[in-house]
């Protein structure tokens, strides 16, 4: 499995982005997605992750109500929908996935196999 990020740039505060994950690989009908992300000198932190099917979807408490994964397994991507950024969103985020039987998905770093390569989100004050 190939991830690729992208939509990442500078927006000010309140504003939105969204973010796509471009999978490659013939697993992907069977892989959760999530995405994560990683300020400057903090560890990596859960935003989103969506099971395999798109039925199920996890949110991490910093950005409930703001962010929202979506998957479209025609197309082969995975979205996050960023609203209402605040500076503390600044990071780099990663898609990641997880390759799994069950139609669950994790939240943590450690659950996933392959990552992309990260995209640089900044929001200004």
């Known amino acids: 499995v190939q991830l690729q990020a992208s939509g990442g740039g500078l927006v000010q505060a309140g504003g939105s982005l969204r973010l796509s994950c471009a999978i490659s690989?013939?697993?992907?009908?069977?892989?959760?997605i999530g995405w994560f992300r990683q300020a400057p000198g903090k560890e990596r932190e859960f935003a989103a992750a969506?099971?395999?099917?798109?039925?199920?979807?996890y949110y991490g408490d910093s950005v409930k109500g703001r962010f929202s994964i979506s998957r479209d397994n025609a197309r082969r991507t995975v979205d996050l929908q960023m609203n209402n950024l605040k500076p503390e969103d600044t990071a780099v985020y990663y898609c990641a996935a997880d390759v799994r039987l069950k139609d669950a998905a994790g939240t943590g770093a450690s659950t996933y196999d392959y990552w992309g390569q990260g995209t640089q989100v900044t929001v200004s004050s």
């Open positions: 690989g013939r697993s992907f009908n069977t892989a959760a």
């Open positions: 969506i099971t395999r099917s798109g039925r199920y979807t």
